[in-house]
């Protein structure tokens, strides 16, 4: 499985952004799909994750209220919307996929993206 993450850049505090990945395998909808992020000098962090169906989420507690994460299984393809954005969100984002709903329990993935930049002046 490939992932390509797209939609990073730059954005002003209270901004938002809409990250994009786009997955290359036949059964897309046999993957839950994960977001995590990692900003200089930290370790890489949860940030949402959403079931096969898209039906379940689960989010970061630190951003609860300012992401949706959502997919499009006949394109393969998973969202994060985030609003509200502030400065200590900045960060590469990567899009990860494992099999099963499992994963919105775990957050055990087994396929990344590259990520994207997201940076959030102030």
């Known amino acids: 499985v490939q992932l390509q993450a797209s939609g990073g850049g730059l954005v002003q505090a209270g901004g938002s952004l809409r990250l994009s990945c786009v997955a290359s395998?036949?059964?897309?909808?046999?993957?839950?799909m994960g977001w995590f992020r990692q900003a200089p000098g930290k370790e890489r962090e949860f940030v949402a994750a959403?079931?096969?169906?898209?039906?379940?989420?689960r989010y970061a507690s630190s951003m609860q209220g300012r992401l949706t994460t959502t997919r499009d299984n006949a394109k393969n393809t998973v969202d994060l919307q985030m609003t509200n954005l502030k400065p200590e969100d900045t960060a590469v984002y990567y899009c990860?996929?494992?099999?099963?709903?499992?994963?919105?329990?775990?957050?055990?993935?087994?396929?990344w993206g590259q990520g994207t930049q997201v940076t959030v002046s102030s």
């Open positions: 990860a996929a494992g099999l099963g709903d499992v994963t919105l329990t775990t957050l055990r993935y087994d396929y």
């Open positions: 959403i079931t096969m169906s898209g039906v379940g989420t």
């Open positions: 395998a036949r059964t897309f909808s046999s993957y839950g």
